[in-house]
């Protein structure tokens, strides 16, 4: 061996040295960019969908707190307990007031009666707020009982108090039932397929679309509209969900809906057919934000030499020129006087009646039955009872979709191993778990309310776990996958490397250590 051969040998020896001292920090390096953190919390989450599920039986209870109402000259008998025989329909007892006043003697003034049970329903409130619905009797100068009449905060029944404890039981018993199947409305599963599922935001998008802005209105006073006959209606639901408004303008000249004039004995026009009215509203071209939580409430003026315009089935023209698009929103058909050029609030009145009626309807919240009970409608458009009952069914539809929404995830993390769990969403998991026991445990203790409050922060939680950035590369890119595209990259690394370790392995065997 000559003193060059054993310098490269030398040389080449240090170069497979750095190429393995380079392997070893790029394998650790690559071991730890690779490696996942699985801090995986140790939550009950079948436990909890078991609780979940049992609670819906405490949401669905909806007792009625029966008041005897006594005046000087009438008194009921005593009853001590009135229940219906009816799994889910109960009252939660009886109680007797004396009151100075001749109950009889009020009339049938509805206003006047409601009037004469504030102080009752405050005093009760105050000693007890988490009360259930109130079902007042008084007694009735009149031989037969009157209709229940569902009011601003309570129900009332006028019964005579000459009747006998059997007949009064009776009586009670049939009003029981009836505001029980009312209630139920609020969670009926055929109404889900027209409301919108439970959110805890709502954005409400109010549209007025022009037909022939060149000849008819052109500008609406939506605000002032708004001011006066939508917000009392959302100040009343803020503390169930949150409401968020927005209004637009829209000319569209396209009238491919009214393509066929109308006339019969009493109307002549043009007509828009039930079966078209799906497509009636074009929101492609029209340009109108979709969105799962977005409501749309519409007023379309036609064209004046399209007007005016019925919604006819058949030949049978609808008695309301206003209709429902299952969870999307409602339009109003609006014909305008001649030469208006913008609406009026006295002439979006009518109009808003009709769209408070449509949003109820969107949101799940039943229109009580003029053949069953009277109804004393509140000026925010919504009673108290409502509200109260609107926010069970928030809390039953939430609680449902978050114990959903962590079982998905937890079901994802368990199967697929690739996935790392961080410390940061381990503890939101838990966070998120925890809130959602904590709104069960008031479900228990009847506090609506809280629980809902509880379930509106958990959402914004939950639905942060599956999008969250530690998580998506993973589901995106697994680890097999980016093997596959970065080692094209070290080939010409390990082909230089194996080239030089043969030649030194075989000028060993050759020249043996001598140099």
């Given at each position: 061996?000559?003193r060059?051969?054993?310098?490269?040998?030398?040389?080449?020896?240090?170069?497979?040295?750095?190429?393995?001292?380079?392997?070893?920090?790029?394998?650790a390096?690559?071991?730890?960019?690779?490696?996942?953190?699985?801090?995986?919390p140790?939550?009950?989450?079948t436990?909890l969908?078991s609780s979940a599920?049992?609670?819906?039986s405490i949401?669905?209870?909806?007792p009625?707190?029966v008041?005897?109402?006594?005046?000087?000259?009438?008194?009921?008998?005593?009853?001590q307990?009135?229940?219906?025989?009816q799994?889910?329909?109960?009252?939660?007892g009886?109680?007797?007031?004396?009151s100075?006043?001749?109950?009889?003697s009020?009339?049938?003034d509805?206003?006047?009666?409601n009037?004469f049970?504030?102080p009752?329903?405050?005093?009760?409130s105050?000693s007890n707020?988490?009360?259930?619905?109130?079902?007042?009797?008084?007694?009735?100068?009149?031989?037969?009982?009157?209709?229940?009449?569902?009011?601003?905060?309570?129900?009332?029944?006028?019964?005579?108090?000459?009747k006998?404890?059997?007949?009064?039981?009776?009586?009670l018993?049939?009003?029981?039932?009836?505001?029980?199947s009312?209630?139920?409305?609020?969670?009926?599963?055929?109404?889900?397929?027209?409301?919108?599922?439970?959110?805890?935001?709502?954005n409400?998008?109010?549209?007025?679309?022009?037909?022939?802005?060149?000849?008819s209105?052109v500008?609406?006073?939506?605000?002032?509209?708004?001011?006066?006959y939508?917000?009392?209606?959302?100040?009343?639901?803020?503390?169930?969900?949150?409401?968020?408004?927005?209004?637009?303008?829209?000319?569209?000249r396209s009238?491919s809906a009214i393509d066929?004039k109308?006339?019969n004995?009493e109307?002549?026009g043009w007509?828009v057919?039930t079966?078209?009215?799906s497509?009636f509203?074009?929101?492609?071209s029209?340009?109108?934000?979709?969105?799962?939580?977005?409501?749309?409430?519409v007023?379309?003026?036609?064209?004046?030499n399209?007007?005016p315009?019925?919604?006819?089935?058949d030949?049978e023209v609808?008695?309301?020129?206003?209709?429902?698009?299952?969870?999307?929103?409602?339009?109003?058909?609006?014909?305008?006087?001649?030469?208006?050029?913008?609406l009026?609030?006295?002439d979006l009145?009518?109009?808003?009646?009709?769209?408070?009626?449509?949003?109820?309807?969107l949101?799940?919240?039943?229109?009580?039955?003029?053949?069953?009970?009277?109804?004393?409608?509140c000026?925010?458009?919504?009673?108290?009872?409502?509200?109260?009952?609107?926010?069970?069914?928030?809390?039953?539809?939430?609680?449902?979709?978050?114990?959903?929404?962590?079982?998905?995830?937890n079901?994802?993390?368990?199967s697929?191993?690739?996935?790392?769990?961080s410390?940061?969403?381990a503890?939101?998991m838990?966070?998120?778990?925890?809130?959602?026991?904590?709104s069960?445990?008031?479900?228990?203790?009847?506090?609506?309310?809280?629980?809902?409050?509880?379930?509106?922060?958990?959402?914004?939680?939950v639905?942060?776990?599956?999008?969250?950035?530690?998580?998506?590369?993973?589901?995106?890119?697994?680890?097999?996958?980016?093997?596959?595209?970065?080692?094209?990259?070290f080939?010409?690394f390990?082909?230089?490397?194996?080239?030089?370790?043969?030649?030194?392995?075989r000028?060993?065997?050759e020249?043996g250590?001598?140099y």
């Amino acid at each position: 061996w000559d003193r060059s051969s054993r310098m490269g040998l030398f040389a080449q020896e240090r170069v497979v040295f750095v190429y393995v001292l380079l392997i070893a920090v790029g394998a650790a390096i690559w071991y730890r960019i690779i490696a996942i953190d699985r801090n995986v919390p140790s939550l009950s989450i079948t436990a909890l969908n078991s609780s979940a599920h049992k609670t819906r039986s405490i949401v669905l209870d909806i007792p009625i707190n029966v008041v005897l109402v006594n005046s000087r000259d009438s008194q009921y008998p005593s009853l001590q307990k009135v229940c219906v025989d009816q799994e889910g329909e109960r009252c939660a007892g009886v109680t007797t007031l004396t009151s100075n006043t001749e109950t009889h003697s009020i009339g049938d003034d509805k206003e006047a009666i409601n009037a004469f049970l504030v102080p009752f329903w405050n005093d009760l409130s105050r000693s007890n707020p988490q009360l259930p619905v109130t079902l007042f009797v008084l007694g009735t100068s009149a031989p037969t009982p009157s209709q229940p009449c569902l009011s601003h905060r309570y129900a009332w029944i006028r019964v005579p108090p000459t009747k006998s404890t059997e007949q009064i039981l009776e009586i009670l018993k049939q009003t029981i039932s009836s505001l029980q199947s009312h209630f139920k409305l609020f969670f009926d599963a055929n109404a889900l397929t027209v409301a919108f599922p439970a959110q805890t935001t709502y954005n409400v998008i109010f549209h007025l679309v022009v037909a022939d802005p060149e000849n008819s209105v052109v500008g609406w006073d939506i605000q002032t509209a708004i001011d006066d006959y939508f917000l009392p209606f959302v100040s009343k639901i803020q503390s169930v969900a949150t409401v968020k408004i927005e209004t637009e303008t829209l000319f569209h000249r396209s009238h491919s809906a009214i393509d066929k004039k109308f006339q019969n004995d009493e109307r002549v026009g043009w007509a828009v057919q039930t079966s078209k009215l799906s497509s009636f509203i074009d929101t492609r071209s029209w340009r109108l934000e979709n969105g799962e939580n977005i409501l749309h409430l519409v007023v379309y003026v036609p064209a004046t030499n399209r007007g005016p315009v019925w919604i006819v089935n058949d030949k049978e023209v609808q008695p309301s020129n206003a209709y429902l698009l299952p969870r999307w929103g409602g339009v109003v058909i609006l014909e305008p006087a001649t030469n208006q050029t913008e609406l009026s609030v006295s002439d979006l009145k009518r109009v808003f009646q009709i769209q408070m009626a449509q949003f109820r309807t969107l949101l799940g919240i039943p229109t009580v039955n003029s053949r069953q009970f009277d109804h004393l409608t509140c000026s925010s458009g919504i009673c108290e009872w409502e509200v109260d009952l609107f926010t069970r069914k928030q809390v039953d539809s939430l609680l449902d979709r978050s114990c959903d929404q962590l079982q998905s995830i937890n079901t994802l993390i368990e199967s697929l191993s690739v996935i790392p769990v961080s410390t940061e969403v381990a503890s939101q998991m838990t966070r998120a778990f925890q809130i959602v026991s904590d709104s069960i445990e008031a479900i228990h203790q009847r506090n609506f309310s809280h629980s809902l409050e509880l379930l509106r922060e958990s959402q914004p939680l939950v639905k942060q776990l599956l999008f969250h950035h530690t998580m998506i590369p993973q589901l995106y890119m697994k680890l097999d996958h980016r093997a596959a595209i970065y080692a094209p990259f070290f080939l010409p690394f390990f082909v230089k490397f194996f080239s030089v370790a043969k030649q030194v392995i075989r000028h060993r065997r050759e020249g043996g250590r001598a140099y």
